[in-house]
T-cell receptor
Framework: AQSVTQPDIHITVSEGASLELRCNYS??????LFWYVQSPGQGLQLLLK??????LVQGIKGFEAEFKRSQSSFNLRKPSVHWSDAAEYFC?????????FGKGTRLHILP | DGGITQSPKYLFRKEGQNVTLSCEQN?????MYWYRQDPGQGLRLIYY???????QKGDIAEGYSVSREKKESFPLTVTSAQKNPTAFYLC???????????FGPGTRLTVT
């Protein structure tokens, strides 16, 4: 069965530092991959998506992600985090119009 | 503005009562989805509908029911058969053939 793994439940970084959130998936074919962000008590917002083509994708809010087929990974990065980036981040994969979500990584920002 | 609305934001019910959560979208999307979110569990699919008057069970459909009488609306009923109904419920929609989904703001249901 396909799945999405986010190995880090919590990550803490200092404001202005770089960020990388990890995501691994298990899926036979090239997947459709997403990163979503959720602020407390809110819905999910789509940060970026990968369907095909260039393996480095740019998203909103200064985020980017890189698809690495050999590692079955789709890690999210940001060069310099802001206090407003504190939220929960979900990696997800789509198959047959259904999305499977990882369990999320909660990002904490130190001032 | 186009978007997905869910109402109410907070809902409180007594155990044994059925409750219906509203989800409306004006994005002209064919597909709509209901998810349940519990702390540390990610999102789990309850029901989805890809066309009016048709819907399919997701991974955790037991104790829930839905209808899709209009393209814009996809209400979810949490029945008294649902053993642990307290959770955050998220509705989403998407275009058929597209792969991403767009989410509403959620409804937090508390059953005591």
């Amino acid at each position: 069965a396909q799945s999405v793994t986010q190995p880090d439940i919590h990550i803490t970084v200092s404001e202005g530092a770089s960020l990388e959130l990890r995501c691994n998936y298990s899926y036979g074919a090239t997947p459709y991959l997403f990163w979503y962000v959720q602020s407390p008590g809110q819905g999910l917002q789509l940060l970026l998506k990968y369907f095909s083509g260039d393996t480095l994708v740019q998203g909103i809010k200064g985020f980017e992600a890189e698809f690495k087929r050999s590692q079955s990974s789709f890690n999210l990065r940001k060069p310099s985090v802001h206090w407003s980036d504190a939220a929960e981040y979900f990696c997800a994969v789509n198959r047959d119009d259904k999305i499977i979500f990882g369990k999320g990584t909660r990002l904490h920002i130190l001032p | 503005d186009g978007g997905i609305t869910q109402s109410p934001k907070y809902l409180f019910r007594k155990e044994g009562q059925n409750v219906t959560l509203s989800c409306e979208q004006n994005l002209n999307h064919d597909a709509m989805y209901w998810y349940r979110q519990d702390p540390g569990q990610g999102l789990r699919l309850i029901y989805y509908s890809q066309i009016v008057n048709d819907f399919q069970k997701g991974d955790i459909a037991e104790g829930y029911s839905v209808s899709r009488e209009k393209k814009e609306s996809f209400p979810l009923t949490v029945t008294s058969a649902q053993k642990n109904p307290t959770a955050f419920y998220l509705c989403a929609s998407g275009r058929t053939g597209a792969h991403e989904q767009y989410f509403g703001p959620g409804t937090r249901l508390t059953v005591t």
